[in-house]
């Protein structure tokens, strides 16, 4: 299996950046990641609609159609972290070749993003940055993955 995190925009803090950057490397331990981000001005379009539509088409251009797609929204499934790790296990055991966890931009997902999506994961009920939001997946990753692996990470 391999992982693909699709990002719409760029992380410009440098200290949220560094956050990220480690943890990816430490998942990339575990499984073959990628990171793809999306660069997109569609928020400059002032119409929330349009700019949620256009940041739709390049996602959607950057999934597989036989890649598992699991959006970061807000109205997703909540896991504890031995949940996800529980989660992400049965995803290996389906088989899955790749599985896309994608991270939206300020507005969200266009509707056509939400059907093409396989299911929905929510970190929190509350709203975060979605730079912010990068940087906290990717350390649940990492523990889900030294859970797996039973590592001592996690601390129940």
Do not use: W
């Amino acid at each position: 299996m391999k992982l693909n995190l699709i990002l719409v925009g760029k992380t410009f803090s440098p200290e949220v950046k560094t956050i990220c950057n480690d943890y990816l490397n430490r998942v990339s331990r575990y499984i073959k990641t990628e990171e793809t981000v999306i660069e997109s001005n569609a928020q400059k379009l002032n119409d929330r609609k349009k700019a949620m539509e256009k940041e739709g088409e390049l996602i959607l251009k950057k999934i597989g159609p036989t890649d598992f797609v699991i959006l970061l929204d807000e109205r997703g499934k909540e896991y504890t972290s031995i949940q996800l790790a529980g989660y992400i296990e049965t995803l290996f055991n389906q088989s899955h070749k790749k599985v896309c966890f994608v991270v939206g931009g300020a507005y969200g997902f266009s509707d056509e993003v939400y059907k093409r999506a396989n299911a929905k994961l929510s970190l929190s009920k509350m709203t975060f940055s979605h730079q912010i939001i990068r940087a906290i997946f990717l350390e649940q990753l990492y523990r889900a993955f030294t859970i797996i692996n039973k590592e001592p990470y996690h601390h129940e």
